[in-house]
């Protein structure tokens, strides 16, 4: 249940208040960036007394135009606000000492989904070494974890898989905000930017996405449901595959499915057999309009969560990448580098964190992997205690 207290974003009270009122800022945003009544907060910023000198886009553009994964965003004009537009995802992640010129603080509200793989909360860490390096601070308007504060789960980061999905040594899922995120990439991993994160009111870590007053805004082009976003931190492991996580579909990550599965019934009824908490995989056909397999047959399921609070994504992505190895391992096939701006190791390594589900799967033994991660994650819960917001 929500909270008693009135919901509040940290942009609401950022700008309630008033608390940067006759300072220039540059805006990390994109359509996401949107509060309960529509606003946005490039609109909420002007309001509130704050002076836009230049904006700031994440992957897939600011306008969240660019529907395809991995194409880079041009640097542009906000014609209405006269002001340069620049892409964090272009042949810079990080401000530049040009596009910080003339600015006293950069305000990030970007709107993460709790999967350490997520491209955002690197493009937030990055925007907090350009700041430190240039003298700015950094404010951090803090937003719900969609798929919920308290759940934690899958394998942690082992050290030399860092990429641009995975800075840090976190969980697959996360269970924390992105203001959270903040101080704990702040502080703990030694960025030491000048940071202040401007908490939610009236939200607990037990509270859904959408028992909370903001609308659902896709917060990438490929997650356009609340749905979408609780079955990412698993089937997002499909992109380090060849199967298709459901693109070029109206359900991706959703729907996932191969050319090699011909009987989608039995597929399904074999994951269904493992009684795996809280989902049932209905069988399913479908062709996606572009990505993998454009235009072809794929078989394969749809991902039905039952029970939010018992599913656990990140355990039903590993048995369905086995799943579709297990069809056929001889057109299943790992994805080759490039994969996010690295070119040596297989996506599938910097997805996961390690070599290890790609030597699991390829083995062909039964996958476990899931009984590892409690022990693996333990001392990061220690170390999350610490950066934790809300009750």
């Not at 030399?160 to 704990?184: C, D, K, N, W, Y």
């Not at 030597?359 to 022990?375: M, N, Q």
Request: with cysteine; proline share 8%; net charge negative.
């Amino acid at each position: 249940m929500m909270s008693t207290v009135s919901f509040a974003l940290g942009s609401d009270v950022l700008f309630d208040r008033r608390l940067l009122a006759g300072r220039t800022v540059g805006l990390v945003c994109n359509p996401a960036s949107i509060d309960a009544r529509f606003t946005h907060v490039l609109d909420r910023a002007a309001a509130g007394g704050v002076t836009v000198g230049a904006i700031f886009g994440p992957q897939h553009g600011v306008r969240s135009d660019v529907q395809e994964n991995m194409i880079e965003s041009a640097h542009g004009r906000d014609e209405r606000r006269r002001v340069p537009v620049y892409s964090l995802y272009s042949e810079t992640r990080e401000p530049t000492a040009e596009m910080l010129a003339g600015l006293d603080a950069l305000v990030v509200d970007l709107q993460d989904v709790g999967t350490r793989i997520y491209t955002y909360i690197y493009t937030m860490a990055n925007c907090l070494r350009a700041a430190r390096t240039h003298g700015l601070p950094v404010v951090v308007c803090d937003r719900p974890n969609p798929i919920g504060g308290r759940l934690v789960e899958g394998p942690m980061l082992d050290p030399g898989f860092e990429s641009f999905v995975g800075q840090f040594p976190i969980p697959m899922r996360h269970g924390m905000t992105i203001g959270e995120l903040a101080r704990l990439f702040n502080e703990t991993f030694g960025i030491g930017a000048k940071l202040e994160v401007v908490a939610m009111q009236g939200w607990s870590r037990t509270d859904d996405f959408d028992r909370t007053p903001l609308p659902w805004v896709p917060p990438s082009p490929n997650l356009p449901t609340i749905e979408s976003a609780i079955v990412y931190p698993g089937t997002v492991l499909f992109e380090g595959t060849n199967v298709s996580e459901g693109r070029g579909t109206t359900k991706p990550f959703e729907l996932v499915g191969a050319p090699w599965v011909n009987d989608a019934d039995v597929f399904a009824a074999a994951l269904n057999a493992r009684r795996l908490p809280g989902v049932y995989f209905r069988p399913a056909m479908f062709e996606p309009t572009f990505h993998k397999h454009a235009g072809t047959a794929c078989g394969g399921c749809q991902i039905h969560v039952t029970d939010r609070e018992a599913f656990r994504p990140v355990e039903t992505g590993v048995a369905l990448v086995a799943a579709f190895h297990h069809a056929d391992p001889d057109r299943f096939r790992w994805r080759d580098p490039p994969y996010e701006y690295e070119y040596v190791r297989p996506p599938i390594d910097i997805l996961y964190g390690s070599t290890r589900l790609r030597d699991a799967v390829t083995a062909g033994g039964d996958v476990t992997l899931a009984r590892a991660w409690p022990e693996e994650i333990a001392p990061f819960l220690t170390l999350r205690d610490r950066f934790l917001l809300y009750a």
